[in-house]
């Protein structure tokens, strides 16, 4: 079973922060968590889902939409198997479902692909 499970969502203003945190389990990652690059997407009501941020199995590579530089930052704790999407200076256009992504293959950069997604959480910012 693998499980990816998103939480931290809210109703929060324009301006204001969201941690976003996404939980892994299963005995898929319960060995083998770190070897997974991991990914942040969003869908707004309307839209198509869109990439948000990914991170290599170490953190040490980083990659962002240019809609969200300079405001979040995606980490990862491995040892809780876990990653986080810190959101700062929200704004409307943020509001959206956002969900987390394992991929078990290397860094692909913006072409990554993704195995497993979880639920989703939703962000909404009001103006």
């Known amino acids: 079973q693998v499980q990816l499970v998103e939480s931290g969502g809210g109703l929060v203003q324009a301006g204001d922060s969201l941690r976003l945190s996404c939980a892994a389990s299963?005995?898929?990652?319960?060995?083998?968590?770190?070897?997974?690059?991991m990914g942040w997407f969003r869908q707004a009501p309307g839209k198509e889902r869109e990439f948000v941020a990914a991170?290599?199995?170490?953190?040490?590579?980083?990659n962002y939409a240019d809609s969200v530089k300079g405001r979040f930052t995606i980490s990862r704790d491995n040892a809780k198997n876990t990653v986080y999407l810190q959101m700062n200076t929200l704004n409307a256009e943020d509001t959206a479902v956002y969900y987390c992504?394992?991929?078990?293959?290397?860094?692909?950069?913006?072409?990554?692909?993704?195995?497993?997604w979880g639920q989703g959480t939703q962000v909404t910012v009001s103006s």
């Open positions: 992504a394992a991929s078990p293959s290397g860094w692909q950069g913006p072409g990554q692909t993704y195995a497993y």
């Open positions: 299963g005995r898929t990652f319960s060995r083998s968590f770190s070897r997974y690059v």
């Open positions: 991170i290599s199995w170490n953190g040490g590579t980083l």
